[in-house]
């Protein structure tokens, strides 16, 4: 998805709402910004180095995230292509990523290709 607050690529992210569990707040997220309806099958990693999980927002906003990264499947619903938060949503081959993609996302697209029956803790 291109991410609204940012102009950049990205896989859909969020944050977890009071009350609700990792897993449930993935599942939202994804819905809210690409309209589809996903089920978690397996937890890819845990991101919280600094070089790659610190991001200074075009505001000048620094935050230092530390991620859940899940793979989902997608069960429903309709890609959306624009929402509040979302510019543009598409399927992208993995050798033709876009080139304004946010710097920390491809280290986790390749922990999940890989299919490793681990999780990783980076």
Not at 28 to 54: A, C, F, H, M
Not at 60 to 72: L, N, Q, R, Y
Request: aromatic letters at 10%; charged letters at 30%; glycine letters at 8%.
């Amino acid at each position: 998805m291109k991410r609204a607050d940012n102009g950049l690529w990205g896989i859909p992210s969020g944050h977890v709402e009071p009350g609700e569990t990792v897993e449930e707040g993935i599942i939202r997220e994804i819905y809210e910004e690409t309209g589809l309806k996903v089920k978690v099958n397996r937890l890819i990693g845990v991101y919280s180095d600094p070089v790659s999980q610190v991001f200074e927002y075009p505001n000048g906003k620094v935050s230092h995230f530390i991620t859940t990264c899940f793979e989902c499947e997608v069960v429903g619903g309709t890609l959306n292509r624009e929402s509040e938060e979302t510019l543009d949503v598409n399927y992208f081959e993995l050798n033709h990523l876009p080139e304004d993609l946010l710097h920390m996302h491809p280290r986790w697209l390749k922990d999940a290709l890989e299919k490793e029956s681990f999780s990783y803790i980076r």
